[in-house]
């Protein structure tokens, strides 16, 4: 029997459930481990090893292996043909140790891989979708992924249904199925059951996994989950969600590829080069000339290459997800930690975000006359005090429609406190209620006087700002509609004042100049109104036709006050040069007295766009606009997505934030979608790229500082590591180039530095310090610079002080080996100085590195990784030069002490001269305040 065509009892009768109670725990439990968990299969992962072999695809990995086949050119040469052991030894530890960092590398690439994914999918899990489901008659929010057949479950607006449900009450809902049917307008739902074998789309009594609820709840028993759900039916396999690279990860592809091309350029040119010379000195090309020339062009091959870069990349941005969630800002996917570093405006709702969504009412008018409601929060106690004590009309009528029209209530825990339950608004009414002695459980159950049914829900949304019920008292019906003044107004035809109804002409400014007084007093305001009605339309009316002819009964006045820490986010967010746009369904007025307090804007006078001024304007308006304006007010979710669209018209990258279900497109337009984690609807969390777990604007501020953070880092890492790369080339390169005749005891052809010393100095004494550069402080001045160019490349600014740096570097190696071989020096001496020169200078570097500006900018002391690191690569470096097994295989040899006091030192002039020449430079330009930390890096030239 298909759900569809059976009664509601039937079955709960044949699914052994219960509505009241649901199923128990236990009884769950055995279903799960029955029916298996409520999820899509997964298709076959990739296995482990199939991965490990595609990441020696890299083409930095394939240069490494051309040096691998040179090694075993020039080993084979020197056994079989040239007859010398010892020096085919070494080209053999050459690709031995090539072939290592090789794997090293390779098993590195694949344990982060491993390691962000599950990263990645812990984070995942917390973002994941969630029930409403009733076990034990306990309701409670389990994971979507345990519901089994038999459980009942509930859903609101804004929630995904997640497994095939048959309904057994709703109330005007709605949901969207076009995930099955291709229909993109929604479906009302009703509970009878259907004759016949209706389509997916015609089953209006059930509710499919995968839908959404566009509109009113529901409440329906699990039918079936998982692959025997409709979706499953249809649903291939899915695929693992490939990551995608991020736009740094591009960069770093795209350099790897012309890296590799240079890279055999260079080493071409240089074995060319090398037998050119040894023919011009000897008139022959012996094979001792060509295995020299072999050394250098693997030296070459290797220098050439940033071979820690991309595990070091992906280290850091997975280690950056994870910092953003313990700050309460959970990511979907790493490209999301480099476009909130470059947030350049960040749209926000009010309610909730900005402000606390503790509702209270504070004043209401009503039948003509204004009160204030003394007391705080949700406790029901606090007098009614009339502004005129001559002037009472009496407000019953207003309050008993304000609490009936409701779906909140309050409740006391354990320790006699009320507690909130519902929506905000309703509940501060529920509130002002209990003041007057007004109870809405007492009014509908208890009171034996009274005889008022509920026998319709039109729940609130924000594109009607309204809400109404439908109300049989005594035999009588009427509708009772709340919601925002201006709209209701427009479907009001009399008020009521002084017990006495007044067409709406002769009272509209009276009452619009109450809600005015309300609104300047920052108070969010709601109106209430009655309808009388007959039976027929009580019954069978649609909302648009009983939400008409109102009579007006009062205004409610409710405060909810700004989070007291926005103020100085938003102060912070506008140093950093990120402009901070409120966007709420509130009214005009109220907004910009809640935005001025915020510090969002200063003018009083500010101008606000409203959501019906947006939908007059054309979008090349709104384009022109946008800059300028600050507090949007009166609008509905799909007025969001244009003001996304006309900002990022402007070149801005926009950060919005939304909640409920119509919010969704708006998010996904925006670069980055924010939904909140708590009062965010299920779709709203689908769609966002960050969720606030605690729905505070102050997170919105600390996941940009850290995108920030996160982004100078990994660029202060890459450049520090390509400094060291072309230190390395051009340091061999002056050698082929300029040595072109033995000095002392070392041959012309002797390579400035071996290929297991630049092998040394990328993975150890570079990887480690640049590893710690990735978990860096921010620089001080971080969040007084303006958002980067998200168009410009993570390099772009920092070529040239890498060229500098690296040529001055590279030339003081090779000034060193020279020197050590003028000196009379043995080959293996003068290339250790020439090592231990790189290997310093590139330690002082680092300190350099880690600063935009220079590094009399920075503490050197704060980051105690970089300095361990530094110790480490520092003590490893010189215990090779000392012990016999690397002098063996990486060709090192013992200095003497002055040398060794000269090598640590000496390499740091550069550093020093070069940062001093720069801050000299800044203090000498006229007008420019290259003191100032808050001076922007534009003003800054990165370049030496
Ligand atoms: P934001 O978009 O910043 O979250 P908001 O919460 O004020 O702002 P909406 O929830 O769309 O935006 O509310 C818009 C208006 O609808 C409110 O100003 C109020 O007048 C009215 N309103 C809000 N909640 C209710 C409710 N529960 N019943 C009736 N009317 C309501």
């Known amino acids: 029997m298909n759900p569809h065509n059976e009664h509601k009892a039937d079955v709960l009768n044949r699914l052994h459930t219960n509505r009241s109670t649901g199923l128990s725990q236990q009884e769950a439990a055995a279903r799960l481990s029955e029916y298996g968990e409520n999820a899509l299969a997964q298709a076959k992962q990739t296995p482990a090893w199939k991965q490990f072999l595609l990441s020696l695809k890299e083409p930095l990995v394939i240069i490494l292996f051309i040096a691998v086949g040179l090694a075993w050119a020039s080993a084979g040469y020197d056994f079989f043909v040239r007859d010398d052991p010892a020096h085919g030894m070494a080209a053999v530890y050459e690709s031995i140790a090539i072939l290592l960092l090789i794997f090293i590398n390779a098993g590195l690439s694949f344990w982060q891989a491993k390691s962000a994914q599950k990263s990645l999918d812990a984070l995942k899990v917390m973002a994941d979708h969630h029930a409403k489901v009733l076990r034990d008659s306990e309701w409670e929010t389990v994971p979507a992924s345990q519901l089994?057949?038999?459980?009942?479950?509930?859903?609101?607006?804004?929630?995904?249904?997640?497994?095939?449900?048959?309904?057994?009450?709703?109330?005007?809902?709605?949901?969207?199925?076009?995930?099955?049917?291709?229909?993109?307008?929604?479906?009302?739902?009703?509970?009878?059951?259907?004759?016949?074998?209706?389509?997916?789309?015609?089953?209006?009594?059930?509710?499919?996994?995968?839908?959404?609820?566009?509109?009113?709840?529901?409440?329906?028993?699990?039918?079936?989950?998982?692959?025997?759900?409709?979706?499953?039916?249809?649903?291939?396999?899915?695929?693992?969600?490939?990551?995608?690279?991020?736009?740094?990860?591009?960069?770093?592809?795209?350099?790897?590829?012309?890296?590799?091309?240079?890279?055999?350029?260079?080493?071409?040119?240089?074995?060319?080069?090398?037998?050119?010379?040894?023919?011009?000195?000897?008139?022959?090309?012996?094979?001792?000339?060509?295995?020299?020339?072999?050394?250098?062009?693997?030296?070459?091959?290797?220098?050439?290459?940033?071979?820690?870069?991309?595990?070091?990349?992906?280290?850091?941005?997975?280690?950056?997800?994870?910092?953003?969630?313990?700050?309460?800002?959970?990511?979907?996917?790493?490209?999301?930690?480099?476009?909130?570093?470059?947030?350049?405006?960040?749209?926000?709702?009010?309610t909730g975000t900005l402000t606390r969504n503790q509702m209270t009412v504070t004043r209401f008018y009503a039948n003509g006359a204004s009160y204030v409601v003394e007391g705080d929060g949700y406790e029901p106690v606090g007098e009614?005090?009339?502004?005129?004590?001559?002037?009472?009309?009496?407000?019953?009528?207003?309050?008993?429609?304000?609490?009936?029209?409701?779906?909140?209530?309050?409740?006391?825990?354990?320790?006699?406190?009320?507690?909130?339950?519902?929506?905000?608004?309703?509940?501060?009414?529920?509130?002002?209620?209990?003041?007057?002695?007004?109870?809405?459980?007492?009014?509908?159950?208890?009171?034996?006087?009274?005889?008022?049914?509920?026998?319709?829900?039109?729940?609130?949304?924000?594109?009607?700002?309204?809400m109404s019920v439908v109300i049989k008292d005594a035999g009588r019906y009427q509708v009772l509609t709340k919601g925002a003044p201006d709209v209701l107004l427009a479907k009001t035809d009399l008020i009521e004042d002084h017990g006495k109804m007044i067409p709406i002409a002769e009272g509209r400014a009276a009452v619009e100049h109450q809600v005015n007084r309300f609104a300047e007093q920052a108070l969010r305001t709601l109106a209430v109104a009655v309808r009388d009605i007959d039976e027929a339309l009580a019954l069978h009316g649609t909302t648009a036709q009983l939400e008409q002819h109102l009579t007006l009964l009062g205004i409610a006045g409710i405060i909810d006050p700004p989070r007291p820490e926005v103020r100085q986010s938003v102060k912070e967010l506008h140093q950093a040069g990120i402009n901070v746009v409120m966007i709420t369904g509130d009214h005009a007025v109220t907004a910009r007295a809640i935005a001025l307090k915020l510090g969002i804007v200063t003018d009083p006078n500010a101008r606000v766009i409203e959501g019906k001024q947006l939908a007059a304007m054309d979008d090349d308006t709104l384009f022109r606009l946008a800059p300028d304006i600050r507090v949007y007010a009166r609008v509905s979710p799909e007025h969001k997505q244009r003001i996304v669209h006309a900002l990022q018209r402007q070149g801005e990258t926009v950060a919005m934030t939304g909640d409920g279900i119509n919010d969704a497109p708006a998010l996904r337009a925006a670069d980055i979608g924010i939904a909140m984690g708590i009062n965010g609807t299920e779709v709203t969390k689908d769609a966002a790229d960050l969720i606030l777990l605690d729905d505070q604007f102050t997170t919105i501020e600390n996941s940009v500082r850290a995108g920030r953070t996160i982004f100078a880092n990994i660029k202060n890492f890459m450049r520090h590591e390509l400094t060291t790369n072309v230190a390395e080339v051009l340091a061999l390169l002056f050698g082929v180039l300029l040595m072109t005749q033995p000095i002392g005891q070392v041959a012309a052809t002797t390579p400035t530095l071996t290929a297991l010393m630049v092998l040394w100095v990328n993975m150890v004494s570079d990887a480690l310090p640049s590893f710690a550069l990735g978990y860096d402080v921010p620089e001080a001045d971080l969040m007084h610079r303006p958002p980067r160019n998200v168009k410009?490349?993570?390099?772009?600014?920092?070529?040239?002080?890498?060229?500098?740096?690296?040529?001055?570097?590279?030339?003081?190696?090779?000034?060193?080996?020279?020197w050590g071989a003028a000196s009379g020096m043995s080959a293996g001496q003068a290339q250790t100085l020439a090592f231990l020169t790189l290997v310093f200078g590139q330690l002082w570097h680092v300190f350099d590195a880690r600063s935009t500006r220079t590094l009399f900018r920075r503490n050197p002391f704060n980051n105690p990784r970089l300095l361990m690191a530094v110790g480490f690569a520092a003590s490893a470096s010189l215990l090779v030069t000392l012990m016999p097994f690397f002098n063996e295989v990486m060709g090192t040899a013992p200095l003497s002490t002055p040398l060794y006091a000269a090598v640590i030192f000496l390499p740091a002039i550069p550093t020093f001269i070069l940062s001093g020449l720069k801050e000299l430079y800044w203090a000498l330009r006229p007008g420019k305040g290259g003191k100032s930390q808050s001076a922007s890096p534009n003003e800054i030239p990165e370049a030496d």
């Open 148 to 350: 089994v057949p038999g459980d009942i479950v509930s859903v609101k607006t804004g929630d995904f249904i997640e497994a095939d449900v048959r309904w057994l009450h709703v109330a005007e809902l709605q949901t969207n199925e076009a995930h099955l049917t291709g229909e993109a307008e929604p479906v009302q739902k009703q509970t009878h059951a259907l004759d016949g074998d209706a389509q997916v789309g015609d089953r209006t009594n059930m509710g499919f996994s995968g839908a959404t609820v566009t509109h009113g709840n529901g409440l329906g028993v699990v039918v079936a989950t998982g692959m025997q759900s409709e979706l499953g039916k249809i649903a291939t396999l899915l695929n693992q969600v490939e990551t995608k690279k991020t736009p740094i990860e591009r960069t770093i592809a795209a350099l790897s590829k012309k890296l590799m091309i240079v890279a055999i350029i260079i080493v071409a040119f240089t074995l060319i080069l090398e037998m050119v010379k040894a023919v011009q000195q000897t008139g022959t090309l012996s094979f001792e000339v060509l295995a020299e020339s072999l050394s250098t062009a693997i030296a070459l091959a290797v220098a050439a290459i940033p071979d820690a870069l991309p595990a070091v990349l992906s280290i850091v941005l997975t280690i950056g997800a994870t910092m953003l969630a313990k700050n309460n800002g959970l990511i979907k996917s790493l490209n999301s930690v480099e476009t909130l570093g470059a947030t350049s405006y960040i749209a926000s709702d009010k």
């Open 384 to 466: 009614i005090l009339p502004d005129d004590e001559d002037d009472t009309p009496g407000f019953t009528r207003f309050m008993l429609a304000s609490v009936l029209n409701n779906d909140a209530a309050i409740q006391a825990d354990e320790d006699g406190r009320s507690q909130p339950y519902g929506n905000p608004t309703d509940v501060a009414l529920i509130v002002m209620g209990h003041k007057s002695g007004v109870d809405r459980d007492t009014v509908l159950n208890k009171d034996q006087a009274l005889d008022i049914d509920i026998i319709r829900e039109l729940p609130f949304d924000s594109e009607r700002k309204m």
């Open 792 to 818: 410009q490349s993570i390099l772009s600014g920092v070529l040239t002080r890498i060229f500098v740096r690296g040529t001055v570097m590279g030339g003081l190696v090779y000034v060193a080996f020279v």
